[in-house]
């Protein structure tokens, strides 16, 4: 079992940043990818960027590449989503996410086994 735990949403202005962080516990080696996913209001929930199990292998969607960077901090058993030049359509509840597969499509949400409670961020204009 994983347990994840989100924080540092919150509300900024256009431009600004946030960190995120996912806090994981439990069976901490339990996983080969976490993901950042978000769900905007009234929309479905997408896939932002994910790590693979060592951290040297990163994707991003291509709406935040070169904004967003995911990373990890062994030592504290977290992953974190640095957010910047932040927009207005980034704003929504943000989940962490973690899957035991290693293979497969890294933006389909019903591959992950263990999800966040999710934290809202929300970027004004």
């Known amino acids: 079992q994983v347990h994840l735990v989100e924080s540092g949403g919150g509300s900024v202005q256009a431009g600004g940043s946030l960190r995120l962080s996912c806090a994981v516990s439990?069976?901490?080696?339990?996983?080969?990818?976490m993901g950042w996913f978000r769900q905007a209001p009234g929309k479905e929930r997408e896939g932002v960027a994910v790590?693979?199990?060592?951290?040297?292998?990163?994707y991003y969607t291509d709406s935040v590449k070169g904004r967003f960077t995911i990373s990890r901090d062994k030592s504290k058993d977290t992953v974190y989503l640095q957010m910047n030049s932040l927009k207005p359509e980034d704003t929504g509840i943000y989940y962490c996410?973690?899957?035991?597969?290693?293979?497969?499509?890294?933006?389909?949400?019903?591959?992950?086994?263990?999800w966040g409670q999710g934290t809202q961020v929300t970027v004004s204009s």
């Open positions: 996410a973690a899957r035991s597969a290693f293979t497969g499509n890294w933006r389909i949400r019903e591959t992950y086994d263990y």
């Open positions: 439990g069976n901490t080696y339990n996983w080969n990818l």
């Open positions: 790590m693979y199990t060592g951290g040297a292998i990163t």
